[in-house]
C-alpha cells in the first residue's frame, strides 16, 4: 500500500508536515512540530497506554463493555450521531488513563474543556464562525494545560505515583537521555487527548457507514460474532485479546479496510 510506503520512507522521500495555525493550537514546544525524528520515540513513551500491550491487559474489556452498554441506550432512543458517541466514548476511558486521582469537579471540568479542543475552527478563515470556534478551542487548551500543569507540579512535588499516562510522563522527564522538557511533556498529553478522539471517531463512523451499504459485509459480520459467542463458555463474557487475534479475520479485514480509507490524523502532510 502506498500509505505503508509513506510511513516507512518517513524522514527519508518523505518529511511529516503541519499547518503553522496548528502549532498555536496545539503548542509551539509539541515534539509533533519539530523536525525531529521521533516518532518511533513517542511510539514506545505510550505503547502500554494506546499499545497492543495496553489493549490486551485492559483497554478491549473496558471499552467493549462501554460501548456495548452505550450503544444499546443510544439505540433504544432512536437514530444517533455515531461520531459523536465514539467521540464522547473516548473521552470518557481516555482522560482518567492520561491523568488520573483528580477530584470530580476537576475531572468534570477537565472532560467538558477536552470535548471544546475539536477540529471545528479548521474551515474558511473568512467565516466568522471559524475564528469563534478558534478563540474557543483556545481558551479550552488553557484551561486543560493548566490542569495538567498543576497535577503534574503536585506530583513532583509529592513524589505522588498513579498508574496514567502522566506518571509515565514524570519518569521520562527524569531520565537524562530524555527528548522532553516539561512543557513538551504536557504538550505531548494534550495532544493524547486530541489525537485518540478525532481520528478513532472519524474511523468509526465512516465503517458504519460503509457496512450499512453492504448488506454482505452486515451478514458476515454478524455470522463472524455469533459464531464467536456460541463458542464461550460464559456468553455473557466481552471480547478477548485471543478472540480479537484469533477468531476475528473478517472483522479485522473491515478495520484495516476503514483505516485504509479514512485519514486518521486529520490535517497531517507528507
Known amino acids: ?11 527519508t522521500c518523505f518529511e511529516i508536515g503541519y499547518p503553522d495555525i496548528f502549532s498555536k ?24 497506554l494506546i499499545g497492543p500491550e495496553g489493549l490486551k491487559r485492559t483497554m478491549i474489556g473496558i471499552m467493549d463493555k462501554a460501548i456495548r452498554d452505550h450503544f444499546i441506550s443510544k439505540a433504544s432512543q432512536g437514530s444517533f450521531d455515531v461520531m459523536k458517541e465514539v467521540h464522547s466514548l473516548v473521552l470518557a476511558y481516555m482522560t482518567p488513563e492520561l491523568i488520573s486521582n483528580l477530584k470530580l469537579e476537576t475531572q468534570s471540568k477537565l472532560m467538558d474543556n477536552l470535548k ?12 466568522l464562525s471559524t475564528w ?6 483556545l481558551k479550552s487548551r ?3 494545560l493548566q490542569v495538567i500543569t498543576d497535577t503534574l507540579k503536585r506530583r513532583k512535588e509529592s513524589s505522588e505515583k498513579q498508574g496514567d499516562f502522566l506518571n509515565t510522563m514524570l519518569e521520562e522527564l527524569e531520565k537524562e537521555d530524555s527528548i522532553f522538557d516539561q512543557a513538551s511533556a504536557i504538550d505531548l498529553i494534550f495532544t493524547l487527548s486530541f489525537a485518540t478522539r ?14 450499512s ?10 455470522r463472524e460474532h455469533k459464531a464467536i459467542v456460541e463458542n464461550r463458555k460464559n456468553k455473557d463474557a466481552g471480547v478477548s485479546w485471543e ?15 476503514s483505516l485504509r480509507l479514512s485519514n486518521t490524523t486529520p490535517l497531517l502532510f507528507r
Open 132 to 137: 469563534k470556534s478558534l478563540i474557543k478551542v
Open 1 to 11: 500500500d502506498v500509505n505503508f510506503q509513506i510511513f516507512r520512507q518517513e524522514n
Open 142 to 144: 488553557g484551561e486543560v
Open 213 to 222: 451499504k453492504n448488506p454482505k459485509v452486515l451478514a458476515e459480520l454478524k
Open 25 to 48: 493550537v496545539y503548542g509551539k514546544d509539541n515534539l509533533f512540530f519539530k523536525d525531529l525524528n521521533i516518532h518511533k520515540y513517542i511510539k514506545k513513551v505510550t505503547m502500554d
Open 198 to 211: 478525532e481520528g478513532t471517531s472519524g474511523c468509526t463512523a465512516l465503517a458504519v457507514n460503509f457496512i
Open 116 to 127: 471544546g479542543v475539536n477540529l471545528d475552527w479548521f474551515q474558511s478563515f473568512f467565516s
Open 243 to 257: 478472540e480479537y487475534r484469533h477468531n476475528m479475520t473478517f472483522t479485522n479485514m473491515v478495520i484495516n479496510e
